[in-house]
């Protein structure tokens, strides 16, 4: 499956983004996907995931501000982040994973910088 993220862009701290992840082909549905995030010097790490029957798991520092979500009908998912601050900075990257297969699929990511 091919995945490309769009929605990122400089925003002021306290701003908020709404990334999306579209999907090609016909796993989606079934895939498992996930934001990750890799800031300069730094490790990429989870920011969350959601299930195909829609449940969502988040990194602990990111819960309540981060939203993770998904259209099948769309092969879309999405990433609402509110109250963003600086250290949020990072490029965002989408990842599919399919239990069907075990295939791992990322987007090429999006940058989002959030200045003070």
């Known amino acids: 499956v091919q995945l490309v993220e769009s929605g990122g862009g400089q925003v002021q701290a306290g701003g908020s983004l709404r990334l999306s992840c579209a999907a090609s082909g016909s796993i989606f549905s079934r895939s498992t996907m996930g934001w990750y995030r890799q800031a300069p010097g730094k490790q990429r790490e989870l920011v969350a995931t959601?299930?195909?029957?829609?449940?969502?798991n988040y990194a602990d520092s990111l819960k309540g501000r981060f939203t993770i979500s998904r259209d099948n009908a769309k092969n879309t998912a999405y990433l609402q982040m509110n109250s963003l601050k600086p250290e949020d900075t990072a490029v965002y990257y989408c990842r599919a994973f399919d239990g069907i297969t075990a295939t791992i699929s990322w987007g090429q990511g999006t940058q989002v910088t959030v200045s003070s």
């Open positions: 959601i299930t195909r029957a829609g449940s969502t």
